[in-house]
């Protein structure tokens, strides 16, 4: 696995535990992103450290996807309803939506073979992971603030009590749940668009009749 290491220099440096996302690299009409693994300044998020754990390509917007994982394959199916991925050892983990669906829901629902991680929406940006089992304790946090979409940085707690298995997958249901608000969010704004712009045309030619 590939390794990054851009240690800072200067005092005063807080590392926290984090996973996330590198930039797409399109290979036609697919694309392949890096899944990282390693330390940030919990400070400024900068990142001190990092190793290439996974590598996810995707096609027809997310929804074609072929991922390796800590060198194993993974069996990764994902729709509007449901991701689904299925481990060489036969673990099966999903990721589902309060209403029917991953867009849109402020709670998703992160299946890792038998054991609840809650994905909770707390506002209009920010997440945190909970482990249900365990009176909801807070596992990690991610944010789509200050372009957060793109590397869909996880942050993890010190105690958080995750295998890797189970925190790759989580790190991936974190970009999951950051895009599908992003495709929502520019789908409703497109619409409204849309329905606007006549009206905005009419005010612009015929503006001063309606003054």
């Given amino acids: 696995m590939a390794h990054d290491s851009t240690t800072p220099t200067g005092s005063g440096i807080q590392p926290v535990t984090v996973t ?30 990092r190793t290439v754990v996974g590598r996810f390509t995707e096609a027809d917007k997310g929804h074609t996807v072929t991922a390796t994982v800590a060198g194993e394959p993974w069996e990764v199916t994902r729709d509007e309803t449901a991701v689904t991925a299925t481990l060489p050892s036969g673990r099966i983990f999903t990721l589902t939506g309060e209403k029917g669906r991953i867009s849109g829901s402020k709670r998703l ?25 365990n009176a909801e304790a807070k596992l990690g946090q991610f944010s789509g603030g200050n372009r ?8 993890w707690e010190d105690d958080a009590a995750v295998d ?31 329905v606007l712009a006549p009206l905005i045309v009419l005010i612009y030619l015929y503006g001063p009749v309606f003054g």
């Fill in 20 to 49: 996330s996302w590198g930039p797409r690299h399109h290979e036609g009409e697919a694309y392949t992103l890096e899944l990282f693994y390693g330390q940030a300044d919990e400070n400024t998020g900068t990142i001190i450290d």
């Fill in 109 to 133: 629902t992160a299946d890792l073979a038998g054991r609840q991680v809650d994905l909770v929406n707390e506002s209009k940006q920010d997440w945190v992971l909970e482990d249900v089992a």
């Fill in 148 to 155: 957060g979409v793109r590397t869909s940085l996880v942050e």
């Fill in 164 to 194: 890797d298995a189970e925190r790759f997958f989580l790190a991936y249901a974190a970009r999951v749940a950051l895009e599908s608000r992003l495709w929502l969010n520019t789908w409703i704004l497109t619409a409204s668009l849309l």
